[in-house]
């Protein structure tokens, strides 16, 4: 059974950084594409960064290019989403996702078959 649970959610004040873990279990493929989304009330859900984790490739929205951060501890199978700069228009909650085979671009919600239950971010002053 394929489990996903993501940690590390908070409130932040503008400007400050958060550190997103996603980690999976049950997961029979070697190679998998791991993304994060967020989801604001009232907004579409958005996908914001995306890995392979079998080469280390990244993806990511424009909207958080140059301040956020995907990367991975296979040995530990653990994906992060570092986010820095934050703003008050990052606040949502996020989820990670996973499928198999690599990941070619960010990632859309229709490609990801497996969720987790998501963790808040808050940014405000």
């Known amino acids: 059974q394929v489990q996903l649970v993501e940690s590390g959610g908070g409130s932040v004040q503008p400007g400050g950084s958060l550190r997103l873990s996603c980690v999976d279990s049950?997961?029979?493929?070697?190679?998998?594409?791991v993304g994060w989304f967020r989801q604001a009330p009232g907004k579409e859900r958005e996908g914001v960064a995306s890995?392979?984790?079998?080469?280390?490739?990244?993806y990511y929205a424009d909207s958080v290019k140059g301040r956020f951060t995907i990367s991975q501890d296979n040995a530990e199978n653990t994906v992060y989403l570092q986010m820095n700069s934050l703003k008050p228009e990052d606040t949502a909650m996020y989820y990670c996702?996973?499928?198999?085979?690599?990941?070619?671009?960010?990632?859309?919600?229709?490609?990801?078959?497996?969720w987790g239950q998501g963790t808040q971010v808050t940014v405000s002053s």
């Open positions: 996702a996973a499928r198999g085979g690599p990941c070619y671009a960010p990632p859309r919600q229709i490609e990801f078959g497996y």
């Open positions: 890995i392979s984790t079998g080469d280390g490739s990244t």
């Open positions: 049950g997961f029979t493929y070697s190679r998998k594409c």
